[in-house]
């Protein structure tokens, strides 16, 4: 940027639905915080909470919480990070470490926690200032477009396999092709599980394999749950769809003590039978995101591997086009924001 501005810039929500560029004043971190030049963003699903206004927030608000850049002020009482490191921003806006969950090791769900692009600023913006205790450190080896949609669509997939009870060499069935979906089946089959993609349609099939799956399953085809069990029956079924009907059909398709974990937030009920989670002691969870911890492990596993994203870049100006674009479900498969001018 130029070191006559003074401002940034930023596209923030107004309204329910409409996204403006804007000029904003430069201010210095709090205590705890840093401020962040922000390289690149990622446009996630999720955003639409602020867009739409679907949870109370405050007008105007930037969305984006798929955020890489450089931190070039610290706040008062900040340690561990340094200006000029490089460092993403999540979802998680950063815990507090003092409440009982904090305290029991489970920073997800820290009581006091904020929502990047919901509570505060998000990414969508050239500056952002965030909270120390929610900072992930970028590997060298992965640019700041690559890594940004493995802040949120990387890390939660990652996370929800990682700390799940299957082991290599299961069969872990992946329900959808999508934005989480095609990260998750790399995080599969770099884990050393069996993969199954599940998703409608023949012609998602070939990518399904070039992504590493051993097999896919087009649910337009037949039983999701009789295909399953034709595999000898899922360990793990990974639904990153947000369809609460096409996570159902997958229950049946579990082996005994099979779990399935729901990524894709959805207002559509699951509706299953108890005696098919009864019989063979099969569950049925949720999983937000993941601790910062765990997003360098992410960040980390992806640059050794060579996962990424399937990506399309676009300038920040052009943040309301990309977002709709996301919405829509054209996008192929991720969209991330550029900062240059």
């Not at 810039?9 to 915080?33: F, Q, W, Y």
């Not at 005994?256 to 569950?283: C, H, K, Q, V, W």
Request: aromatic content about 4%; hydrophobic content about 45%; proline content about 4%.
């Amino acid at each position: 940027m130029s070191s006559a501005r003074v401002g940034y810039r930023a596209v923030h929500a107004v309204s329910p639905g409409r996204l403006e560029l804007a000029e904003k004043p430069l201010v210095g971190p709090r205590p705890g915080h840093v401020r962040i030049r922000v390289e690149a963003c990622g446009v996630c699903h999720t955003d639409s909470v602020t867009v739409e206004g679907a949870l109370p927030i405050s007008w105007p608000r930037v969305p984006g919480h798929e955020a890489v850049g450089k931190i070039d002020m610290l706040g008062d009482g900040v340690e561990g990070w340094s200006v000029g490191q490089r460092v993403g921003v999540g979802f998680l806006g950063g815990s507090c470490g003092r409440c009982e969950l904090c305290r029991g090791g489970d920073l997800v769900n820290c009581r006091q926690q904020e929502f990047t692009g919901i509570q505060h600023d998000g990414g969508y913006a050239e500056v952002l200032i965030a909270k120390a205790s929610g900072l992930m450190s970028i590997p060298d080896d992965l640019s700041s477009v690559d890594a940004a949609p493995l802040l949120c669509a990387g890390l939660t997939t990652f996370s929800a396999l990682r700390n799940s009870s299957a082991k290599a060499g299961d069969l872990v069935a992946v329900l959808g092709v999508g934005g989480l979906g095609h990260l998750a089946i790399q995080y599969a089959r770099h884990m050393g599980f069996e993969v199954a993609a599940i998703a409608r349609g023949a012609d998602k099939a070939p990518l399904a394999r070039k992504l590493g799956a051993h097999h896919y399953i087009d649910s337009d085809a037949g039983g999701i749950a009789e295909a399953l069990n034709t595999l000898g029956g899922a360990a793990l079924v990974l639904a990153t769809v947000s369809a609460g009907k096409s996570i159902a059909q997958t229950v049946k398709g579990l082996r005994p003590r099979g779990r399935i974990i729901a990524l894709g937030a959805t207002p559509e009920p699951i509706a299953m039978s108890t005696y098919d989670l009864l019989f063979g002691n099969r569950s049925l969870e949720g999983a937000l995101t993941g601790d910062p911890a765990t997003g360098d492990a992410t960040l980390k596993f992806s640059a050794l591997t060579g996962i990424a994203a399937m990506i399309e870049t676009v300038p920040l100006e052009r943040a309301a086009e990309a977002y709709a674009k996301m919405m829509s479900g054209k996008a192929r498969f991720r969209m991330v924001l550029t900062m240059d001018s």
